[in-house]
T-cell receptor, first 112, second 114 residues
Framework: DTGVSQNPRHKITKRGQNVTFRCDPI?????LYWYRQTLGQGPEFLTY????????KSRLLSDRFSAERPKGSFSTLEIQRTEQGDSAMYLC??????????FGEGSWLTVV | DQQVKQNSPSLSVQEGRISILNCDYT??????FLWYKKYPAEGPTFLIS?????DKNEDGRFTVFLNKSAKHLSLHIVPSQPGDSAVYFC?????????????FGTGTRLTIIP
């Protein structure tokens, strides 16, 4: 399967700890997105990469959040000093030659 | 400001009948629209899309209609099947500005009754 891959799928962490999620996009997709989804809401845009360049960041992405895509392939999303409000599903998506964005299965974060 | 709205949080439809899911948007600059289907604990799965230069796009049992003057789109599923039970999200983007970033609605939970 060459779809978008995310890990870990589930993460439970204590408040104040750091967590990191990894995303492997579809091969040769140069555009990569991170979204966050909470219960009862649609996915909300966090940030966007074209190759290794981070081109856009949402105001939702506080200073505790950082995303990287060092070689233009996989990406990581790190949350420092987690808070209970960070509990959500973190979705990665990628896009290639077409206009459609394809999502991974998501990474659930629970902050206790 | 919710730029993409799905005003029906839930919808129940008998198996074999037509399911119609609605979506409204406020930003007239949106020019590309998509529908995604989502099962619990999974990521959204792309279903069908439509460009603003069209008013209809069909793919198998799924048809999307776009009414630009009303800023409204709808997804028709015919015939509805039990496997269609999921949450459906409408999304929009500004492709003319070279930006695929999606703005999503809050979703409609579709339940197909056998």
């Amino acid at each position: 399967d060459t779809g978008v891959s995310q890990n870990p799928r589930h993460k439970i962490t204590k408040r104040g700890q750091n967590v990191t999620f990894r995303c492997d996009p579809i091969s040769e997709h140069n555009r990569l997105y991170w979204y966050r989804q909470t219960l009862g809401q649609g996915p909300e845009f966090l940030t966007y990469f074209q190759n290794e360049a981070q081109l856009e960041k949402s105001r939702l992405l506080s200073d505790r959040f950082s995303a990287e895509r060092p070689k233009g392939s996989f990406s990581t999303l790190e949350i420092q000093r987690t808070e209970q409000g960070d509990s959500a599903m973190y979705l990665c998506a990628s896009a290639g030659g077409g206009n459609t964005i394809y999502f991974g299965e998501g990474s659930w974060l629970t902050v206790v | 400001d919710q730029q993409v709205k799905q005003n029906s949080p839930s919808l129940s439809v008998q198996e074999g009948r037509i399911s119609i899911l609605n979506c409204d948007y406020t930003n007239s600059m949106f020019d590309y629209f998509l529908w995604y289907k989502k099962y619990p604990a999974e990521g959204p799965t792309f279903l069908i899309s439509i460009s603003s230069i069209k008013d209809k796009n069909e793919d198998g049992r799924f048809t999307v209609f776009l009414n630009k003057s009303a800023k409204h789109l709808s997804l028709h599923i015919v015939p509805s099947q039990p496997g269609d039970s999921a949450v459906y999200f409408c999304a929009a983007s500004l492709l003319n500005f070279g930006n695929e970033k999606l703005t999503f609605g809050t979703g409609t939970r579709l339940t197909i009754i056998p």
